[in-house]
């Protein structure tokens, strides 16, 4: 399920912020980016996310600022004047060297040179591992709040949805009732042109026999109760993605089976509204938990 959450803690000079976005996937998928200095929270802040987020495709950012002038990079001097030494004893055979614009241009040279400017990383303190786990409970809990809303949201239409079904399927009993007198005469009518004797009882027979096959009472029962089990479920139950979208496949069933008895036109054409408001809601399950 698609959702955006954010969450900001300060310590000290430091401002840490927390986004996490997350789209919809069958399983958790999660990605994160911190800085350096954040790398040894990495396992408990995925444990948090973790436990908060279910499933889905979810990306964590981590950014901190800085209100005071810091820096974790260092010139070691030791290096730099060795360096500069030996390409001074260099520069003293060659004049040309020697001018401010060739100095200035042989100390950025020797700064980028190997271990002349190393980077310490500095472990944090508990008080700040505390704020930054701070800041992703906020993130997901605003995310998580996010996605309820969105929840909410999916399930009315998903209602709305099979209120639609059981509106079609309730509009199908008059063509069901005239089907089986039109499809009587047209027997009959066949049958009338061709020469040969009938015999009336086993032609009521027969006709009895076919129009049985042809009847849908079970199927519109039967969808009558799931489209039941599936208001009770989205409105009892949590984690209900998985249940729905089965419920869903059953409900399909029966419409199709309604379909391939319908033997009539109007009805066929209900039952494509039916077939299409439920493909709507196989779509739509696939964002819930």
Do not use: W
């Not at 959702?3 to 000079?13: I, L, M, Q, S, T």
């Not at 799931?226 to 399909?252: D, N, P, T, W």
């Amino acid at each position: 399920m698609t959702g955006f959450g954010k969450g900001e803690a300060v310590f000290r000079n430091k401002k840490i912020t927390v986004e996490i976005r997350s789209l919809n996937a069958k399983q958790l998928d999660l990605a994160l980016r911190l800085p350096s200095a954040y790398r040894q929270s990495e396992y408990e802040i995925r444990n948090l996310v973790s436990k908060a987020l279910q499933r889905g495709k979810v990306d964590i950012f981590v950014s901190v600022e800085s209100q005071a002038v810091e820096t974790s990079a260092h010139i070691n001097r030791e290096a730099f004047e060795a360096y500069y030494r030996q390409i001074a004893d260099l520069c003293a055979a060659n004049p040309a060297l020697a001018g401010a614009e060739a100095q200035a241009q042989i100390v950025q040279s020797i700064l980028r040179l190997p271990d002349v400017v190393t980077t310490e990383t500095e472990a944090i303190s508990d008080e700040e591992h505390a704020a930054l786990l701070a800041a992703v409970e906020s993130a997901a809990a605003h995310l998580d709040a996010f996605r309820e809303q969105e929840g909410a949201t999916l399930i009315a239409d998903l209602l709305r949805r099979v209120d639609l079904i059981e509106q079609y399927k309730a509009q199908v009993e008059p063509y069901e009732k005239a089907r089986t007198e039109t499809i009587r005469a047209r027997i009959l009518e066949n049958l009338s042109k061709l020469p040969v004797e009938v015999d009336r009882n086993r032609l009521e027979q027969e006709m009895i026999f076919y129009l049985e096959k042809l009847d849908i009472t079970e199927e519109k029962v039967r969808l009558t109760n799931h489209c039941r089990y599936f208001r009770e479920v989205a409105a009892s139950e949590e984690g209900v993605g998985r249940k729905l979208g089965f419920i869903a496949q059953e409900m399909g069933r029966e419409i199709n089976t309604l379909g391939s008895k319908a033997n009539e036109s109007n009805m066929q054409i209900l039952v494509v509204k039916m077939k299409d408001e439920l493909e709507k809601i196989k779509e739509q399950v696939l964002n819930i938990l």
